[in-house]
């Protein structure tokens, strides 16, 4: 009875992972520099490109699509890229450096929700929620209004703001976990 079981187990494991390549997806890792690096497939967030020197992997249709690679101190990179059903695509970027931007600067600190969520300000962006949520982590930006959008890397519902950072000052926003 327990050997049938194994046996039934794993023939629906392997059925359920040739139906997931059946349907035409592939993985993709990007070995980013920084790897703080967010990754949009198509202008979907996906995530960051890896996460404590970890590199992550994300499931991606099959086909042709375009890879942007987004680190706010760094100019933005956008690649053409073919992904294969059931195979791996690897793509290696040392991302370049962008113009500072100059002050008077206040600070972003965002505490809760989904740790690889999208920041976004402006609608441009700015890192994931984990870069910005703890005593040594915030973000410095020039003082003025911001849009806040911040986007689930896996999908859900967004959170939307309207934010003032003031000259010297620090902007908390709270997520609900």
């Given amino acids: 009875m327990i050997r049938s079981r194994f046996i039934l187990t794993s023939f629906g494991l392997c059925v359920s992972t040739l139906a997931l390549f059946a349907q035409g997806d592939g993985t993709l890792r990007v070995k980013a520099k920084p790897g703080r690096t967010g990754v949009f497939i198509n202008g979907k967030y996906l995530g960051p490109a890896a996460n404590f020197a970890s ?39 040392t991302m370049q450096k962008a113009a500072v931007p100059t002050g ?16 976004f300000l402006n609608g441009k962006f ?17 003082a003025g209004d911001y849009e806040l959008r911040i986007v689930p890397a896996g999908g859900g519902a967004e959170h939307k703001e309207q934010i003032k950072v003031g000259a010297n000052q620090q902007v908390w926003v709270k997520l609900n976990k």
């Fill in 55 to 93: 590199t992550r992997t994300y499931n991606v249709p099959a086909g042709e699509h375009e890879l942007k690679l987004v680190e706010p101190r760094y100019e933005d990179f956008t690649q053409k890229i073919k992904v294969e059903s059931g195979k791996l695509t690897e793509v290696s970027w």
């Fill in 104 to 119: 008077p600067f206040g600070e972003l600190r965002i505490t809760g929700g989904d740790k690889f969520a999208g920041v």
């Fill in 126 to 142: 700015a890192g994931h929620v984990d870069e910005f949520d703890n005593f040594a982590q915030r973000v410095q930006l020039p």
